[in-house]
């Protein structure tokens, strides 16, 4: 059963793989066929060479949004997650209520004025644009605060007796030993900043601010979509996800896990 499930799951990978291999004829034709008569590898390089579409630009900024957005906002969620847990102070579960609440305000909501911000701030077709805007996560902040509010204390008393303060336990001590946790919580953000699209098309207004998402977009807006260079930019545009994925799936596996643990 689990063989089987696991064939139709990669149905999807092979057409995939299929398709950027294939000419258009291949790919739109009546006819099914379940391997391409001739591999066509010239459409992975002419996705490279395609002058209206900058997809190694694009490629390039969603590495560099993605990597730059995951680091910032898992360590500000950390931080911000340890504090609420561990730092005692009067308002702190308001504080963590407040935090909740964020979650149920609809994206929507907030779209608007958040564009009008960056606009006026002139960050509009910029890196900036499209990082910071998305750094505070309220999911990733709750997720460490239940993370931390289970951690031994004993061993962060132990630092407490080696002279550490609040902020040496948690890069020391805390940090260190929820690596699983973090890798987990960082793997969905990768992901959702990777996958990110409406964000990305409204701010990069300019094709040299694309994200690799608003550049597989293009190839279907023109009147005469090119089918084969868009399944063979789809295939690259997957790769890192896939890289990530199989490197981290055990400590993401393990960050799951904790989760749901009670000591």
């Known amino acids: 059963m689990l063989a089987l499930g696991s064939l139709i799951f990669l149905i999807p990978f092979y057409l995939l793989i299929r398709n950027s291999l294939s000419v258009r004829r291949e790919i739109a034709g009546r006819t099914f066929t379940l391997w391409p008569e001739t591999l066509q590898w010239d459409n992975f390089s002419a996705i490279f060479a395609n002058d209206t579409i900058p997809f190694a630009r694009s490629l390039f900024n969603s590495v560099v949004v993605s990597i730059v957005q995951t680091t910032l906002t898992v360590a500000l969620a950390a931080m911000a997650g340890y504090g609420l847990a561990r730092i005692p102070f009067r308002f702190s579960g308001l504080l963590t209520g407040v935090v909740l609440a ?15 911000m960056v606009s006026s701030l002139g960050w509009v077709s ?6 910071i805007p998305g750094l505070f996560s309220a999911l990733a902040v709750f997720l460490f605060r239940q993370q931390f509010t289970d951690f031994p204390k004993d061993l962060e008393e132990a630092g407490r007796i080696d002279g550490l303060g609040y902020f040496g336990v948690f890069w020391r001590v805390v940090l260190p030993n929820s690596g699983a946790f973090v890798a987990a919580v960082a793997a969905i953000t990768f992901l959702g900043s990777w996958n990110a699209f409406l964000w990305p098309l409204v701010i990069g207004q300019d094709p040299s601010s694309w994200t690799v998402q608003v550049a597989l977009s293009s190839y279907t807006t023109s009147q005469s979509p090119n089918y084969p260079q868009l399944f063979a930019a789809a295939t690259i545009a997957i790769l890192p996800v896939m890289v990530l994925f199989i490197g981290l ?9 904790s989760t749901g643990s009670t000591g």
């Open 102 to 116: 964020t979650l149920m305000i609809p994206a929507a909501v907030t779209f608007v004025p958040t564009f009008v």
């Open 126 to 131: 910029s890196l900036q644009g499209l990082i």
């Open 249 to 257: 799936q055990r400590f993401i596996r393990q960050g799951y896990e």
